[in-house]
């Protein structure tokens, strides 16, 4: 299922298959190491809107709602 | 003079590296984003000639906050670059290794961490790595030191490198895949005890309760620390000083000099708090009351810092934190300042538009009250009983909060969301936090003392002189009709701009209530920063915005004084 990042259950791990938004956005997301292909993993979803913690590389990124609804997930093959 | 900067990632060591190289002491914490101007020093180890700039810092060359943009401009006038790279984060970190290699600059790449990217099951082959990028790449432990000897002796071999060309974006992430590909083996690890708390102290359900537990145990070990040092070393200490004084104060006898010096007797004594004397209370405050919780507070933060607990707080934090226009990150300004307003405000440098950093550094004014101020709400209402205290500190609490919502509205600007990795949880090495906790004590002595010193040394003249009075004159509407304090607390209101912590035994000897004790002392954190704040802010924000942020502060301690001069004394 392809669907936004902040979309997947706590715990649920995904692959990305794309980075929505701005020239800046995904510029600064490939900076952090996060881009297609790599696995993904929700650690947390803050609720009333809040960030979601993401796992990329066993690093954890604490990032908002909205930046991680532009970061596009697929089921891992 | 060759000028080497250090480059890198946030939070892959830089700073422990540039003390490491010269010997300097630099504050480092576990948390991306502690360098936020750069320190400069002289390569020891038999280098001479080289000078090292330890920059902020940065993902990428394309700079999205002010720290950033130090880190580039630094990178314009290097002549040879030490590039410091998390070897446990090695793809990530290679994007800005690229993007400084296609500049030509002479560079050498040190992967630090090493023993941590053992730990986790990764392994590099360095060789291959000096290969694929064309210039000498070496592994540390910045810790520990090990690896410095060999990076020294290769440091003549930087040179620009030629097997990197200029390309854009997507072939530089290209290029780094394969590199990783060629260079980097991991073999899979298992979940561990420090994974499974990181995890329970992110998520909401178990974060919060969490922080709560861990709020309170560092004010109780803030005030254990304090009150044990008050009581077994400061006070024991000034006891053995008293005869000193009192023979002092013999021999000089009544007069300008005794005023300036002793100050005034209270039933024939010093007494160390309301006396305002030079060697009295000049010493006293600074030293027995606010040195102590100066110490406990940086002893908890260092720890704090170290363990990797702020991001998780700032993540936690960052709903609530952007009704008051800015993201959770602004939680670390904020703490810092519980010890010194300056450092406070000069972390919101980390924030990325104006808009929050002009918040930020407004509302740590307003309502964050530093260690010096602490000792004073607690030095003043301390004895009437806790209720007392909490009530300052209720009050402060919803000042920030309403300031928060209110500068919201009225700054135009951005809120950008919060963007801020995680670093995992580290055990704070007791040398390390003794260091660090030594390092700002001495720095609170270098820079406040004379500044307290200062205080009372001007607070006395200008009292002899009579200009206090006229000024408290002028004020003396205000803090009678609209604030229901008597008249001469006007004067101790007006000392606060230079200390507030002085201001103390200005208003013990008014005889007032504990509830317009309570007015005062929340108005004195309120209403003005200390001089050195003011000159920070002005520095950071430039004169249009200080003196906004100091009009909205004016406007906040009218407001807050009249309400609860309403509510705790009625008309």
New interface residues.
């Given amino acids: 299922m392809i669907q936004p990042v902040s979309h997947l259950e706590t715990g649920q791990s995904a692959v990305i298959c794309r980075l929505e938004g701005g020239f800046h956005f995904r510029k600064k997301m490939w900076a952090m190491g996060i881009h297609e292909k790599k696995i993904i993993r929700l650690v947390a979803k803050h609720p009333f809107h809040g960030p979601v913690v993401i796992e990329v590389d066993g690093r954890e990124i604490t990032l908002g709602r909205r930046m991680a609804g532009h970061i596009i997930v697929g089921d891992p093959e | 003079m060759k000028k080497v900067v250090l480059m890198g990632n946030p939070n892959v060591g830089k700073s422990v590296f540039f003390s490491r190289l010269t010997g300097a002491n630099v504050i480092t914490s576990n948390y991306p984003g502690t360098t936020v101007d750069f320190s400069k020093g002289r390569l020891c180890r038999g280098k001479d000639g080289h000078e090292i700039i330890d920059a902020p810092g940065t ?2 060359l ?1 700079p ?1 906050n002010r720290a950033e943009e130090v880190a580039l401009e630094l990178l314009e006038g290097a002549d040879l670059v030490i590039n410091v790279a998390d070897a ?2 090695l ?2 970190n290679l ?2 290794t690229l993007q400084i290699l296609e500049r030509k600059i002479p560079v050498i790449l040190a992967l630090n961490m090493w023993d941590e990217a053992g730990h ?1 099951g990764i392994s590099i082959n360095r060789e291959r790595l000096e290969a694929e990028l064309g210039i000498p790449v070496v592994a540390t432990i910045a810790l520990s030191g090990e690896g410095f000897h060999e990076l020294m002796q290769r440091i003549g071999d930087a040179h620009p490198s030629e097997t990197i060309r200029p390309m854009n ?1 997507e072939e530089r ?1 290209i290029r780094i895949g394969e590199i990783v590909k060629n260079v980097q083996q991991i073999t899979h690890r298992h979940h561990t005890l420090r994974d499974w708390l ?2 329970a102290s ?3 359900l178990t ?1 919060f309760p969490i922080a709560i537990g861990v709020m309170l145990a560092a004010f109780w070990c803030v005030s254990i620390i304090g009150e044990s040092l008050i009581d077994y070393v400061f006070d024991p200490l000034f006891a053995l000083y008293t005869p000193v004084a009192m023979s002092l104060s013999a021999w000089l006898g009544p007069g300008f000099l005794h005023d300036l010096l002793i100050g005034t007797l209270i039933d024939g004594q010093i007494d160390y708090v309301q006396s305002m004397g030079l060697f009295t209370t000049g010493i006293y405050v600074p030293f027995a009351m606010v040195l102590p919780y100066i110490v406990a507070f940086y002893t908890v933060l260092a720890v704090f810092e170290d363990s990797g607990y702020l ?1 998780r707080l ?3 934090t ?2 609530i934190f952007h009704r008051f226009g800015m ?2 990150f602004g939680i670390i300004p904020v703490f810092l300042s519980l010890g010194c307003n300056v450092t406070g405000i000069l972390a919101t440098r980390n924030l990325e538009t104006k808009k929050q950093r002009f918040i930020a550094a407004a509302l740590l004014a307003i309502s964050v009250p530093c260690m010096a101020k602490n000792a004073m709400v607690f030095g003043i209402l301390g004895p009437y009983g806790a209720g007392y205290v909490m009530l300052v500190f209720a009050t402060l609490f919803l000042v920030f909060v309403l300031s928060g919502l209110i500068l919201n509205r009225l700054i135009k600007g951005d809120s ?7 670093p995992p949880y580290r055990r704070p090495d007791p040398g390390t936090v003794l260091k660090k906790t030594l390092m700002r004590i001495r720095w609170f002595l270098q820079e406040a003392i004379p500044f307290l010193f200062l205080g009372v040394l001007i607070i006395n003249v200008l009292y002899t002189v009579g200009f206090v009075e006229w000024l408290g004159g002028v004020f003396a509407p205000v803090i009678q009709g609209w604030f229901g304090l008597p008249a001469e607390a006007t004067t101790a209101l007006l000392v606060g701009f230079l200390r507030k912590d002085l201001a103390v035994g200005m208003l013990l000897p008014l005889a007032m209530s504990p509830m317009q004790l309570v007015i005062a002392t929340t108005l004195l954190t309120i209403y003005f920063p200390c001089v050195g704040t003011f000159s920070i802010m002005f520095r950071e924000l430039g004169a249009r915005d200080m003196i906004k942020a100091t009009a909205f502060m004016a406007a906040m301690a009218l407001l807050v004084g009249g309400t609860m001069r309403l509510l705790l004394l009625g008309l």
């Avoid at chain 2, 950008?416 to 995680?422: D, G, H, N, S």
């Fill in positions: 993902y990428s394309e999205s446990t984060n793809e990530r994007y800005l986790v974006e992430w990181s995890e992110i998520r909401p974060g991001p700032a993540t936690l960052d709903t993201h959770g950008p969301e919060i963007c801020l990795e995680i």
